[in-house]
């Protein structure tokens, strides 16, 4: 299992990754394992304000759907567009080609309360 340590991650499985003024959100690698294989991602947000923890759209496997959450405040600029013909790149790429959103994080936005990668491994590892 893969914990890059250029990302933070939320206790709900998601990762947030800054460049620059705009940060990429996904699921883990982790989460994607335990889920099986994505049939399609739904994000219905774009262009919407929301805090950390809203729900910014669905995932979708064989047997159920997930809610995905905000890592932290912010506006939610741009989906993934391949995910639409490509939703297993999520399993494939969990950190690459397989990100979600990308959002500009609100000016108060919490990056201390989230976990870093030994502390994000120690939760899945418990």
């Given at each position: 299992?893969?914990?890059?340590?250029?990302?933070?991650?939320?206790?709900?499985?998601?990762?947030?990754?800054?460049?620059?003024?705009?940060?990429?959100?996904?699921?883990?690698?982790?989460?994607?394992?335990?889920?099986?294989?994505?049939?399609?991602?739904d994000i219905q947000t774009?262009?919407?304000?929301l805090a950390a923890g809203?729900?910014?759209?669905?995932?979708?496997?064989?047997?159920?759907?997930?809610?995905?959450?905000?890592?932290?405040?912010?506006?939610?600029?741009?989906?993934?567009?391949?995910?639409?013909?490509?939703?297993?790149?999520?399993?494939?790429?969990?950190?690459?080609?397989?990100?979600?959103?990308?959002?500009?994080?609100?000016?108060?936005?919490?990056?201390?309360?989230?976990?870093?990668?030994?502390?994000?491994?120690?939760?899945?590892?418990?």
């Amino acid at each position: 299992m893969n914990f890059p340590t250029n990302v933070k991650y939320t206790s709900e499985h998601e990762w947030i990754r800054m460049e620059g003024d705009v940060a990429y959100v996904g699921i883990t690698d982790y989460a994607q394992e335990q889920l099986g294989d994505i049939v399609f991602v739904d994000i219905q947000t774009e262009g919407e304000t929301l805090a950390a923890g809203d729900a910014f759209g669905t995932i979708e496997v064989v047997k159920t759907i997930s809610d995905l959450f905000m890592p932290v405040a912010g506006e939610v600029l741009e989906q993934n567009e391949a995910l639409a013909d490509q939703p297993e790149l999520v399993n494939k790429d969990p950190y690459g080609e397989g990100w979600l959103i990308k959002v500009k994080p609100a000016a108060d936005a919490d990056f201390d309360s989230l976990l870093d990668a030994d502390a994000y491994k120690a939760l899945v590892n418990e």
